[in-house]
């Protein structure tokens, strides 16, 4: 049996990533091989050797690859940053991440994945901690609010919402932001109490 006719570097590149993505969606980190890959890719198996040494490393460069920092639209709300935030990430966990990742991680049957990922998360995740901080000293949310707790709150919302097979749409984010934005923002000013006349 022959190979494939190699594609361009750059092609090859982009259909690898992308399988190794497809993937991880579908089956999780322990359904990323050399072999499956480059079944779904339609790119020879010496090809991606001579890119990717090993499965770490296709799984690291497909994180990395689907990974790129969002930039957040200016001159919006606070709540409408939120909102755009909240399509964003779930957008993500729906379109890069997908149930198979989301179940792996939670057995944690593939512990240097895992990690990976959470690391990933973690400096990903610094964009909406420090939006969230700038929110909180401009007063446009609660002084004293649990930053790094509200985007766990976010990430996971949208994690649950993929996994109980939801579709991205902005009633979703819309039905989130109420129920958590009385939480998120400053109590109203109590009225100034008046004189009682007797």
């Not at 991606?48 to 957040?72: F, G, H, K, N, S």
């Not at 990430?89 to 512990?111: K, N, S, Y």
């Not at 649990?146 to 009633?171: F, M, Q, T, W, Y």
């Amino acid at each position: 049996m022959t190979d494939a006719v190699e594609p361009s570097p750059a092609g090859a590149d982009e259909r690898i990533v992308a399988a190794t993505l497809q993937l991880l969606r579908d089956r999780g980190p322990a359904g990323v091989n050399v072999e499956a890959v480059a079944a779904a890719s339609g790119v020879a198996k010496t090809t991606i050797y001579r890119r990717y040494e090993d499965r770490e490393a296709l799984l690291a460069a497909a994180i990395d690859a689907a990974t790129t920092e969002v930039t957040l639209p200016s001159g919006m709300s606070t709540y409408d940053t939120l909102h755009w935030l909240l399509g964003a990430a779930r957008v993500r966990v729906q379109e890069i991440v997908g149930r198979g990742t989301v179940a792996a991680i939670l057995i944690d049957d593939d512990a240097p994945f895992t990690e990976q990922l959470r690391l990933m998360i973690r400096m990903r995740s610094h964009q909406l901690v420090s939006f969230l901080d700038e929110a909180v000293a401009r007063g446009d949310l609660r002084e004293g609010l649990d930053v790094k707790l509200v985007v766990s709150v976010l990430l996971g919302a949208s994690v649950g919402h993929v996994i109980r097979g939801g579709e991205p749409d902005e009633e979703w984010a819309d039905r989130l932001l109420t129920l958590l934005w009385p939480a998120l923002t400053p109590p109203p000013p109590v009225p100034p109490q008046g004189r009682s006349i007797r």
